[in-house]
T-cell receptor
Framework: DADVTQTPRNRITKTGKRIMLECSQT?????MYWYRQDPGLGLRLIYY???????NKGEISDGYSVSRQAQAKFSLSLESAIPNQTALYFC?????????????FGEGSRLTVL | AQTVTQSQPEMSVQEAETVTLSCTYD???????LFWYKQPPSRQMILVIR??????QNATENRFSVNFQKAAKSFSLKISDSQLGDAAMYFC????????????FGQGTRLTINP
């Protein structure tokens, strides 16, 4: 089983719909992140959380919100989806105790907004 | 703000040959970490190799090695004896040592292996 699990893996929705992408982890890491991948742009940070009470905006947070329900759960919401939010979304975790701080990723959620 | 640039959108190499992927970054920090991630068609992001800026020695992981040039702010990835399974998108990433430990990614390089 994957250590970082994202649901759904693929989703097609319509403009204006509310969408939630969920992420759960069994790695025991304290830090969780949401990134968005677009062709030619790499991965860009949407939101990150260093613990349940700590939520921070990344470089492209407009149009998104997040909730850290527990140390192991971090969800991303699109309140009113628009076509330019069509992308591959990744949840990732890291461990404060690891000096290098590398990220461990889920398998991605591909979202298409029509 | 830190930026990471991968100037080669696509690269190709013959199986068993060696290929080098380029990455440059911009930072005013002296302590930081650099990473290469691989994304095969399965789309899973897999850590290939990491380098600590305070280490002069280049990191090596089996067939993968880096050429870290701190003064030039360059961090290239060399893949030796290329295999079909190396075909993937490769992302270079930077993380500062202090403060918010977020990774900043480059645009990616798509590597094709020709049999």
């Amino acid at each position: 089983d994957a250590d970082v699990t994202q649901t759904p893996r693929n989703r097609i929705t319509k403009t204006g719909k509310r969408i939630m992408l969920e992420c759960s982890q069994t790695k025991g890491h304290d830090r969780m992140y949401w990134y968005r991948q677009d062709p030619g742009l790499g991965l860009r940070l949407i939101y990150y959380s260093f613990d349940v009470k700590d939520i921070n905006k990344g470089e492209i947070s407009d149009g998104y919100s997040v909730s850290r329900q527990a140390q192991a759960k971090f969800s991303l919401s699109l309140e009113s989806a628009i076509p330019n939010q069509t992308a591959l979304y990744f949840c990732a975790t890291s461990d404060t105790r690891r000096v290098s701080g590398e990220l461990f990723f889920g398998e991605g959620s591909r979202l298409t907004v029509l | 703000a830190q930026t990471v640039t991968q100037s080669q959108p696509e690269m190709s190499v013959q199986e068993a040959e060696t290929v080098t992927l380029s990455c440059t970054y911009d930072t005013s920090e002296s302590d930081y970490y650099l990473f290469w991630y691989k994304q095969p068609p399965s789309r899973q992001m897999i850590l290939v190799i990491r380098q600590e800026a305070y280490k002069q020695q280049n990191a090596t992981e089996n067939r993968f090695s880096v050429n870290f040039q701190k003064a030039a702010k360059s961090f290239s990835l060399k893949i030796s004896d290329s295999q079909l399974g190396d075909a993937a998108m490769y992302f270079c990433a930077y993380r500062r040592d202090q403060g918010a430990q977020k990774l900043v990614f480059g645009q990616g390089t798509r590597l094709t292996i020709n049999p």
